[in-house]
Antibody, heavy 120, light 107 residues
């Protein structure tokens, strides 16, 4: 059974950089034909796809965030990472990681999510 | 980008009721649509993919239909554990986008 677990600081100051990690267990993060993704959800609001990284290393971003987002994979630790620069209060959200197979662009499984608050 | 809308935004229902939730895409997405259920404090759970295929382990009272731009999620006999928020997601092209959600609560 594949499980994902997000981790990182729960509080980030405005204008600083948000950094999160997602640890995958039960499968290789570099499994062929699979994507790993980040999705976020501001409190009380809907879901926003941030970006996906393919096992080959190709990365796809939401254009609304592309200039501030970095997504990478550490295969030695079986981890997915997200960095978001120049954060504002609008970046306050629960951040989820998720996986999906190529050609099956629906997210399953998901991590439990981690709340990141942007505040001074 | 493909914009997703859902209606209604909320619905009040009772146990045993039939609930229909509609999702509309701003452009045709064939059957590249998924439905998720989310309960407070939890991650979304995949219910249906490819517009009408039930994810393993999901009760058969959930069903999906539609193609192109118009889709429907139906709960045939609402159970207490079904009170939640439901989201559709277009899986046709980047950037993937979600509907704003439909909250199903107690009447």
């Amino acid at each position: 059974q594949v499980q994902l677990q997000e981790s990182g600081p729960g509080l980030v100051k405005p204008s600083e950089t948000l950094s999160l990690t997602c640890t995958v267990s039960g499968d290789s993060i570099s499994r062929s034909n699979y994507y790993s993704a980040w999705i976020r959800q501001p409190p009380g609001k809907g879901l926003e796809w941030i970006g996906s990284i393919y096992y080959s290393g190709n990365i796809y971003f939401n254009p609304s965030l592309k200039s501030r987002v970095t997504i990478s994979v550490d295969t030695s630790k079986n981890q997915l990472s997200l960095t978001l620069t120049s954060v504002t209060a609008a970046d306050t959200a629960v951040y989820f990681c998720a996986r999906y197979a190529s050609g099956k662009n629906w997210f399953d499984p998901w991590g439990q999510g981690t709340l990141v608050t942007v505040s001074s | 980008d493909t914009q997703m809308t859902q209606s209604p935004s909320s619905v009040s229902a009772s146990v045993g009721d039939i609930v229909n939730i509609t999702c509309r895409a701003s452009q045709g997405i064939s059957r590249w649509l998924a439905w998720y259920q989310q309960k407070p404090g939890s991650a979304p759970k995949l219910l249906i993919y490819s517009a009408s295929t039930l994810q393993s382990g999901v009760p058969s009272r959930f069903s999906g239909s539609g193609s192109g731009t118009d889709f429907t999620l139906t709960i045939s006999s609402l159970q207490p554990e079904d009170f939640a928020t439901y989201y559709c997601q277009q899986a046709n092209s980047f950037p993937f986008t979600f509907g704003p959600g439909t909250k199903v609560d107690f009447k």
